[in-house]
């Protein structure tokens, strides 16, 4: 007893440390989505997820839906689920991401960031396509996945469908390039339907 409550514990310290290097922009898990609002959500496909096979096979999950309908829940749910099965996972909203790229190249920190993306087994990007890309941009992004086609794992989130994606990229040869190495080793998620904030506001709102 005393040996399993000790793995126990070390096990919890451990999936501890992999959730806060993470840096999941919400506390969300499988057992918490909600399946009981239509939009599009199909639970054979997250229970075949949630079983981790795509992560061994390094496939990505492309998760795309109108603001609001839970698409970073279910990326960071995804995500967690992944730490669970002692995988390194981080969260990073493209944007951002790019931005800090651009200063990670002025002061001499670009490979090394690089690198560390392409250890991470489960990388997610949130908010793709969101804002517009300049040429290094883009480049950059097509070195991620690179260096992670067919070794690590990619969860995208976005607002637009995927076949709105080459023309946001806006370069047809690095929209191929990204595309890709993205898309076609892929389970996509297409969510629809309203907001979940605003269906969950009502009930908020009676219980105040």
Known sequence: LLLDEESTYRDSKRLTARLRLAALR???C???????HPRGLDKS?????????????????LITGPAGVGKSFIACALAHQACRAGLSVRYLRLPRLLNDLTTARG???YRKVLAG????DLVVLDDFGL???????RRDLLEILE???ERRSTIVTSQFGVD????????PTLADAILDRLVHHSYRLALTGDSMRKLKRPKETENT
């Open 26 to 28: 919400q506390n969300a």
């Open 30 to 36: 499988l057992e918490d989505i909600d399946y009981r």
């Open 45 to 61: 496909m997250m229970t075949k997820l949630a079983a981790g096979q795509w992560l061994r096979e390094h496939l990505n999950c």
């Open 107 to 109: 002061d001499g920190r």
């Open 117 to 120: 993306l392409a250890r991470t």
């Open 131 to 137: 804002a517009v890309m300049g040429d290094e941009q």
């Open 147 to 149: 260096d992670r086609y």
């Open 164 to 171: 709105h994606w080459h023309e946001w990229i806006n370069d």
